[in-house]
């Protein structure tokens, strides 16, 4: 969705209208019509969306309530294919597609606020409108409940809005945190969408390595914008800012968003970034590393994980599909018989110690010396890993010649090996750090300190993901996991024209 998002043209609907009570009242036809903008095909639509006269023309005390619920009605309906964006002042820039509408000449809907009802709620409703406000999030992708979150913020600011990003030190345990954009493209995100929203308000977007973040640093600030599962850290802040004879935050806390689109039972009810990062899996979020010669062999994803990822099911299950599989934890065992390139290598560099009775080689004595002597692991690898890589390249060849068009790579170390210059991408299982342990334990009999120790000693999920082209996750159901795998199985089929 990133990559073809830049492609996307963007939209600009100006409505006319005039009051939050007229927009209420024909908020489910406005959606309509803003739902029948979506262009079909790949990405979402961009859409801008005005009024006229401006919302900040129209924004007082009295209807900031009214405002606040209109554009939350509005970012909580659109389809999911639409992007939508709600100015507050007039819009400009590049769109290839303008259109004005007269609010009045679309049609109540039943189940819509009247404009009698709306003017009621107006009237009873007086809001605050102040010079600085702050709040704060992880805005991952930002989605429909980061906007409501952002725009609620913008229309009761007329100076700074300062927003607190989360950074690295409070992720660590947030589903999939390997997929969470960098911090500093969160926060031009935010600013981004600060100023298509409001140019009039600066924006102060920083990284926060704590809970609290500026909210206690500041004393100009007068009010705090959260959600309804946020209210006791917001007055967690206050109690910090008394402690430190700054004046206590006006608190406003927002609905959460219910997500209408849900399709997993462990996906969360509200509009969340890691709902987001579920359904990222199994799609595509980097290009392929090299373009495919269909004559010249097969297409090669190396697919790879840490220490109990799921790697080698995810393997089968795509094995299971159609595509052929090269095993290269089985190959390295062949490397090691005697005859190969790698066994005379091997005997010559660490001598006939290594050799076993049988004439293999003793795993056991070979792995004495490499993991206790400084230099020799790395020694062994640059043996051994170029004789798997040739091997893995004519069982490649083999299954191409038998009709495999996509080959994939099972390997541990395809990544530290280098292998993925063989490969057209790269494919990546992941697990949390304490499920892997869990299942290590379980699996292997070993104990969590050796668990913990294995795990160290490999790349991070984190470094993985961040050379992947796409990723899986097996820590749930195995029908879970069948569905990534048929998901990225599909879009690449497609993809390749197959």
């Not at 309906?77 to 009045?104: C, F, K, M, R, Y």
């Not at 290269?328 to 066994?343: F, M, N, R, S």
């Not at 069982?395 to 490969?423: I, P, T």
Request: aromatic content about 4%; proline content about 4%.
């Amino acid at each position: 969705d990133s990559l073809l998002q830049e492609m996307v043209p963007l939209k600009h609907l100006t409505v006319a209208i005039s009051g939050p009570g007229q927009l209420l009242a024909k908020t489910a036809s406005l959606l309509q019509h803003l739902n029948s903008l979506e262009d079909v095909g790949p990405g979402r639509t961009k859409v801008i969306l005005t009024l006229k006269p401006s919302l900040k023309s129209q924004l007082t005390p009295a209807t900031v309530n009214l405002w606040s619920r209109a554009t939350s009605l509005l970012y909580s309906g659109v389809a999911p294919g639409l992007d939508l964006t709600i100015g507050l002042s007039s819009t400009n820039g590049d769109v290839s597609h303008q259109q004005v509408l007269e609010l009045s000449d679309l049609p109540d809907q039943q189940g819509q606020v009247t404009t009698s009802q709306a003017g009621k709620v107006e009237e009873s409703q007086e809001g605050k409108i102040y010079s600085q406000v702050v709040l704060g999030g992880t805005f991952d992708r930002i989605h429909a409940g980061h906007k409501i979150l952002l725009t609620t913020a913008l229309l009761r600011c007329t100076g700074k809005l300062t927003v607190g990003v989360t950074g690295a030190q409070l992720l660590k345990n947030k589903t999939l945190p390997e997929l969470i954009t960098p911090v500093e493209a969160r926060i031009a995100g935010v600013k981004e969408f600060v100023h298509q929203v409001r140019e009039d308000v600066e924006c102060n977007a920083v990284e926060i390595q704590e809970p609290f973040g500026p909210a206690i640093v500041l004393p100009e600030l007068e009010c705090i914008v959260g959600s309804e599962e946020t209210e006791r850290g917001c007055l967690a802040i206050n109690d910090k800012r008394r402690e430190l004879g700054m004046n206590e935050l006006d608190i406003h806390l927002i609905e959460l968003v219910e997500d209408k689109g849900r399709q997993l039972e462990f996906e969360e009810e509200k509009v969340s970034s890691s709902t987001g990062r579920i359904r990222l899996l199994g799609s595509r979020l980097a290009p392929a590393l090299r373009s495919w010669d269909r004559s010249g062999g097969p297409y090669v994803i190396g697919l790879t994980g840490g220490s109990a990822s799921g790697k080698s099911s995810v393997g089968r299950r795509m094995a299971g599909l159609g595509w052929g599989v090269v095993d290269c934890d089985k190959l390295g065992h062949q490397a090691y018989t005697p005859g190969e390139v790698a066994y005379n290598k091997i005997v010559e560099e660490f001598g006939e110690k290594v050799v076993a009775e049988d004439g293999s080689i003793d795993r056991r004595a070979l792995g004495g010396i490499v993991f206790s002597e400084k230099g020799r692991l790395e020694k062994l690898n640059q043996i051994v890993w170029p004789e798997i890589s040739r091997l893995a390249g004519e069982k490649a060849q083999e299954l191409w010649r038998a009709g495999c068009q996509v080959v994939v790579m099972d390997a541990a170390v395809l990544l530290e090996a280098g292998w993925e210059q063989q490969c057209h991408e790269v494919w990546v299982c992941v697990v949390p750090r304490a499920e892997a342990v869990k299942r290590i334990v379980e699996r292997d009999g070993k104990t969590e300190s050796e668990a913990e120790r294995r795990i160290s000693s490999q790349l991070t999920n984190k470094e993985r993901v961040d050379r992947a082209s796409t990723v899986f996750c097996t820590l749930w159901d195995p029908a879970q996991t069948q569905v990534q795998v048929e998901r990225a199985v599909k879009r690449l089929k497609e993809e390749l024209k197959m």
